[in-house]
């Protein structure tokens, strides 16, 4: 074993893979744990196995960097005792900055393909992980894991492998060796063409760009990482410096005092990222924020440090770093306890997730509803938050000497303001689930992830009609909103007319002028206003959005029946829409028919969204 006071190695060179035999990595608790998924360790394995040094310029198969730092003197001996190490048993200890990813990766391939220790990990993150990896190179090998197939595919039954082996192994389970065994299976499954040419690439062919810190302490290390490769997260940085706050050095705790600081705030910083994981929490709250929040607990600490909007990913852990912002874990826990109480209550909830959607509102970043929130009494801020909702909905212009309110039902159109039309529908959707479930919240998630369209509830695009028989259906849908004896009406007829038996050459020198005759008709039906819109997600405005509502609507409620019985994952179906093709609000039985939608039917919908608003729309 070196001497435990000297810091061996340079400060930055290149090391092959062979060269760390019988060093020690430990991965501290502050740190995240493992978490590369099925394409990550496919693409490392491929990547090793493609490389061909005899071949081309290049030697060497480059890793990304590992930034260490070596452990020496009393900081060891307490290692040593803790971990039950024998001196003989290894060369050097270092502290893994960064790059545990890979290099716990290059471990699991070597462990499980030689059946030997060449370098050891240890990960404080979690007990049982330290455990779990201690035997890894005994783990059964699971069948049906075929790495040729999608990773879809693959992880539905890796994840079913996950399963049956933690039914019977279940002190293993947590996050950390669910993403060992995953990326093990697939080590033990993969078709490799020799593993022996394989391993020597690994040993003498692969390198890393090693980076040991001598002169600097941890806090720095981590403040100065390369950029070039997969960064820690500002959230982890952030963590990292809780962590080292919490020192015996730092503040005068004693040691055991510190580590037991240290794991309370590990255990509390995992329950709030697992709920902030959650997709309807999640989504309830991002608002439009544009960051891709690996560790979403890091956007709690921009949202303290009023940084929402700062594009910067590290600019929040600098303010924390440069202590230009106090470290308190206690406000971070405040501010997360007042978001599960808001979350709970289906009334702020839908108003919050409302308010950041629509987002052309004085709420529409959760920095300005926390600080609002702090200043008012409970019952004041759910009157707030309702009366910002319908200052919203008030906003107008002048045109021609003339108000325009933009969500005045009447101005609500398709072709003039159609984001109007769509915070209109959601919101009448929010508010329909409240009065039908007060206990019941809508996901957030539907609205932002699905691409949301406008459906036209009467079809409107004649131009994408292709065959005869499908304009006589569209046709037919129009003739019956008209009137008897009107023009108009006979001129869908005599096109009916025309239509039966047509061949498709007679069709298409119909088709553009019943095309503009089809616009003439939207314009004076008014069939571009909201009370022929309705919500509906793309994909299934893409199949049925052109065609009569009879179609529609049997396609609507098939859809709905089959996301209910879960049989066949169709998209989320909004209340507000199923009940306009199941005619919910044509009430009188004298007008109802389920053939088309009518002068009645649209009537009806447009009263059961001003009776739902009307406490937010303009008067």
Not at 181 to 197: M, T
Request: proline residues 2%; negative net charge; charged residues 25%.
């Amino acid at each position: 074993m070196i001497e435990k006071s000297r810091q061996q190695d340079t400060n930055f060179e290149l090391r092959t893979i062979d060269s760390l035999k019988d060093y020690i990595f430990l991965v501290e608790d502050y740190q995240r744990g493992y978490q590369w998924e099925s394409q990550q360790v496919l693409d490392l394995l491929r990547d090793i196995e493609e490389f061909n040094p005899s071949q081309g310029a290049q030697e060497f198969y480059c890793l990304q960097p590992v930034a260490v730092k070596q452990i020496l003197n009393g900081k060891l001996d307490e290692l040593i005792l803790d971990e039950n190490l024998q001196d003989k048993e290894f060369e050097a200890v270092y502290e893994l900055v960064d790059g545990q990813q890979r290099l716990t990766t290059i471990f699991l391939i070597l462990s499980l393909l030689t059946k030997e220790k060449h370098h050891t990990i240890i990960y404080r993150t979690r007990p049982e992980s330290k455990n779990y990896l201690k035997g890894i190179n005994s783990i059964p090998l699971a069948k049906d894991i075929n790495t040729h197939e999608s990773i879809e595919v693959l992880d539905e039954h890796l994840n079913s492998a996950w399963e049956n082996y933690i039914n019977t192994h279940l002190k293993f389970n947590n996050v950390d060796n669910y993403h060992f065994y995953k990326a093990s299976q697939i080590i033990l499954n993969y078709p490799f063409e020799n593993k022996q040419v394989f391993l020597n690439r690994i040993f003498n062919s692969t390198q890393v760009i090693w980076y040991n810190e001598i002169y600097k302490s941890t806090k720095r290390l981590f403040a100065d990482l390369n950029s070039g490769k997969i960064r820690l997260t500002g959230a982890e940085l952030i963590k990292a410096l809780f962590v080292l706050d919490l020192s015996s050095n730092n503040n005068g705790l004693s040691a055991e005092i510190a580590q037991f600081k240290t794991n309370e705030l590990a255990t509390e910083w995992d329950e709030i990222e697992y709920t902030l994981q959650q997709s309807d929490f999640w989504y309830f709250i991002k608002g439009k924020t544009k960051r891709n929040y690996t560790s979403r607990i890091g956007y709690l600490f921009d949202v303290l440090c009023g940084a929402t909007k700062i594009e910067d990913d590290l600019f929040t852990y600098r303010l924390y770093a440069d202590e230009k912002k106090k470290l308190d874990w206690d406000e971070l826990k405040s501010f997360f306890q007042k978001l599960v109480e808001w979350y709970n209550d289906p009334f702020i909830y839908h108003r919050i997730g409302f308010l950041l959607f629509q987002n052309n509102n004085k709420l529409n970043s959760l920095e300005r509803i926390r600080e609002i929130s702090t200043r008012l009494t409970k019952g004041k801020f759910k009157k707030t938050l309702d009366d910002e909702i319908a200052n919203a909905f008030s906003k107008s212009k002048k045109v021609d000497n003339t108000t325009f309110k933009f969500y005045d039902l009447d101005n609500l159109s398709y072709s003039i303001n159609k984001k109007q039309v769509t915070d209109t529908l959601i919101l009448f959707n929010i508010c329909l689930y409240e009065n039908l479930m007060s206990d019941y919240r809508i996901n957030f998630k539907e609205f932002y992830d699905q691409n949301w369209t406008l459906e036209h509830i009467f079809p409107q695009n004649f131009a994408d009609i292709e065959s005869p028989e499908e304009a006589v259906k569209f046709i037919e849908d129009y003739n019956d909103l008209l009137e008897t004896e009107s023009d108009d009406k006979k001129r869908c007829e005599v096109f009916l007319l025309q239509l039966q038996n047509s061949s498709i050459d007679n069709f298409l020198k119909l088709k553009n002028t019943i095309v503009e005759f089809i616009k003439e008709l939207i314009q004076k039906l008014n069939l571009d206003q909201i009370e022929n819109l309705t919500l509906l997600h793309q994909s299934e405005n893409s199949s049925i959005g052109n065609k009569p509502f009879k179609s529609k609507r049997a396609e609507i409620i098939s859809f709905s029946k089959k996301n209910q019985s879960q049989k066949v994952k169709t998209s989320f179906i909004p209340l507000g829409t199923l009940n306009v093709f199941t005619k919910f609000y044509s009430i009188d039985g004298a007008k109802l028919q389920l053939s088309h939608w009518s002068h009645y039917d649209k009537e009806m919908y447009k009263d059961a969204i001003v009776n739902v608003l009307k406490k937010y729309l303009p008067n």
